[in-house]
């Protein structure tokens, strides 16, 4: 799996869960270090370290669910059927991940999640009357500040009938403003109000040298990969297609890599023996559930 959609992942299971350790903010959110994702416990899953199976078995495995991916039994993978079944997998994680967030937010399974609930889990002891200030001088707070007051307005926009809590359908979609217009727009114009200290729109890259020193610590350049026409700014479009794409983007993006990765001869398929070729690649994706579709005793769902 590509740095730039690790990166995307971990954003997306940050942008909820900002962690406090003895009360002190340690915000994680937004992180620009693509190697945030634990490659080393994946390769030594993949290899055959701290694991039962071998290398062969592991590329066995693989070979079988290359058949699963292969809907119309043609003994090729296209391009089509690579997209869908990224999509089924994606889609299963993020159920996956969903439940065990409802199962910690709504222990009674009352079929409804406080917003003092989620602020709690997320924001620790915090004081939120200090988060609900606009005093930008601290930037230990300032990120989980911006944060904070993105989320209250994402969950008063879905909080229809102002209780303070929302269903869990209201909360699923919540928890993935990347796939709803309006919640995308909130987190990304939060971003870039919160820099933007020239108010023209977008972020220079002094301004986002301000921003990822406010998130990380460290102060970055505009990379190309973010600013697409290079013009020295950053619009809406640009950090949208960035820091949260849609997961219709993830999906082509994933599925466009792993058919880069193992369709050697470029005829547009993949076959079982090009895809277990690639198997580095595929065993570190979302598509084999980040390998843990190649463990012993793991049964795919």
């Not at 039994?73 to 059927?81: C, G, I, L, W, Y």
């Not at 930037?139 to 500040?145: I, Y």
């Not at 919160?194 to 986002?208: A, F, M, R, V």
């Amino acid at each position: 799996m590509n740095s730039k959609i690790l990166s995307i992942v971990v954003f997306c299971l940050l942008i909820i869960n900002i962690s406090f350790t003895s009360g002190d903010i340690e915000h994680e959110e937004h992180s620009h270090d693509h190697s945030s994702h634990d490659h080393d416990s994946h390769r030594k899953l993949f290899t055959g370290e701290d694991s039962d199976d071998t290398p062969a078995e592991q590329k066995e495995k693989l070979r079988s669910i290359v058949s699963k991916i292969d809907s119309n039994n043609d003994q090729q993978v296209s391009k089509d059927e690579m997209r869908k079944y990224v999509e089924e997998k994606i889609r299963d994680q993020q159920k996956r991940e969903f439940q065990d967030l409802v199962s910690i937010l709504d222990p009674n399974n009352e079929e409804k999640v406080t917003f003092s609930a989620y602020i709690r889990d997320n924001y620790g002891d915090a004081d939120m009357s200090e988060l609900e200030q606009t005093d930008n001088t601290d930037l230990r707070l300032r990120e989980t500040r911006r944060t904070y007051m993105a989320d209250k307005e994402k969950w008063q926009l879905l909080d229809k009938d102002g209780d303070k809590s929302l269903t869990y359908d209201e909360f699923y979609k919540f928890t993935r403003p990347e796939d709803n217009d309006d919640l995308r727009r909130v987190e990304i114009n939060s971003m870039i109000k919160e820099y933007d200290t020239d108010n023209d729109g977008q972020i220079s890259s002094e301004e986002y040298k301000k921003m990822t020193e406010a998130e990380t610590g460290q102060a970055d350049v505009l990379s190309d990969e973010l600013d697409k026409n290079r013009d020295g700014f950053a619009e809406y479009e640009e950090f949208a297609r960035y820091y949260l794409p849609t997961s219709s983007m993830t999906m082509d993006e994933e599925a466009n890599h792993l058919m880069e990765e193992c369709d050697k001869d470029k005829n547009g398929h993949c076959s079982a023996d090009e895809i277990v070729n690639a198997y580095s690649t595929f065993s570190g994706s979302q598509v084999t559930d980040f390998g843990a579709d190649l463990e012993e005793g793991h049964t795919e769902l």
